[in-house]
């Protein structure tokens, strides 16, 4: 049994996704449509289906439908059911692509899973997108094809203290990050040298190239509360007095 939950979004698919064996596997509303694709059978379906292309998922013990006019977005949805579930690494697919303002709100997302301990990879274009919350990012020693390839840090919380870039063409030790300045763009890895990422306090969006594989993960503290209960209701944001 892996540790890992994966879930399939609407957003664009640029690779064939990896699937570990034993995962669990969560479809988000149009991310049916691929995982049918790929002939897998889904532990859960989640969404209110506006984007799915396909027939609708029978009505089951694994759909859970939720109604078009509600608060959180299919893809927060699918990451509380695999929370419930007791996972907290979270590989997605088709979280990025067609429609911004949806991949800009699945980076927040990464975010948020950071903030609480959790780790999610976004899987895009050849490229990877996580968060890291107090604590660090470790990569192994990366290889030749991967030497050059752009490795970026920003702030995703107002200000991010102790950020250290650690094997990297540029490096950085304890620096300050803001979430108005781009001075973490465009680093690259080093042919044969180990790299890490890491903040003493605040949350940190890291984008790498796929090829550099994914990195280990540790904090520096303990963390509590969760990332909030499944909301299968309209938005109270609708009711009028």
Not at 141 to 154: E, K, L
Not at 163 to 169: I, T
Request: hydrophobic content about 40%; aromatic content about 6%; overall charge negative.
């Amino acid at each position: 049994m892996t540790d890992d939950c994966v879930i399939f979004g609407a957003g664009e698919y640029y690779d064939t996704p990896t699937v570990p064996d034993g995962a669990f596997v969560v479809a988000a509303d149009g991310g049916l449509d691929h995982v049918r694709a790929l002939g897998l059978v889904p532990d859960v379906v989640v969404g209110d289906f506006d984007s799915l292309q396909g027939r609708r998922p029978d009505s089951d013990a694994r759909t859970i439908a939720l109604p078009p006019t509600k608060d959180d977005p299919d893809m927060l949805s699918a990451l509380k059911i695999g929370w419930g579930a007791g996972f907290r690494r979270f590989h997605i697919w088709g979280g990025l692509g067609g429609r911004m303002d949806h991949t800009i709100a699945n980076i927040q997302l990464m975010g948020l899973l950071a903030r609480h301990g959790a780790t999610g990879f976004l899987h895009g274009d050849d490229t990877v997108i996580t968060a890291i919350c107090d604590g660090e990012l470790a990569f192994p020693a990366q290889p030749v094809q991967c030497s050059g390839r752009m490795v970026s840090v920003f702030s995703l919380s107002d200000v991010s203290l102790g950020v250290n870039e650690s094997g990297l063409k540029y490096e950085l030790h304890d620096g300050t990050l803001t979430n108005t300045m781009a001075l973490g763009l465009s680093n690259e890895f080093r042919d044969g040298t180990a790299a890490s990422i890491s903040v003493t306090k605040g949350t940190l969006i890291v984008t790498f190239p796929i090829e550099a594989g994914m990195p280990s993960v540790s904090h520096c503290h303990d963390f509590t509360g969760d990332i909030g209960q499944l909301d299968t209701t309209i938005s109270a944001l609708l009711v009028r007095e």
